[in-house]
């Protein structure tokens, strides 16, 4: 398990665009799959996104063709690119293992889609 810091959020208007990162302390980042969640206030947190070790990804209903999730193994970073941003975008996002057991859990990010 590794130490998960995520950046990237911020305030933005509806239909703008964000990109999250959340870098990984492991050095052996590669192996594992990771996810995207996200948690809004008085609601369940969702798992919006994943990849795979082999590069395989899963999206959510509610953001696919929207989001798209990416990972660079060089830099022990996995990315967020969000797009068309709505009024439900707004939450805490986290990273973190989508499948079996959870890392400790970061700080998150917090994106604030807004006029």
């Known amino acids: 398990q590794g130490l998960l810091v995520e950046s990237g959020g911020g305030l933005v208007q509806p239909g703008g665009s964000l990109r999250l990162s959340c870098a990984v302390s492991?050095?052996?980042?590669?192996?594992?799959?990771m996810g995207w969640y996200r948690r809004a206030p008085g609601k369940q947190s969702e798992l919006v996104a994943t990849i795979r070790s082999n590069g395989t990804t899963y999206y959510a209903d509610s953001v696919k063709g929207r989001f798209t999730i990416s990972r660079d193994n060089a830099q022990n970073t996995v990315y967020l690119q969000m797009s068309s941003l709505t009024h439900e975008g707004t939450a805490a996002y986290y990273c973190n293992a989508p499948y079996g057991e959870k890392w400790p859990w970061g700080q998150g990010t917090q994106v604030t889609v807004s006029s």
């Open positions: 492991t050095p052996t980042f590669s192996i594992y799959d």
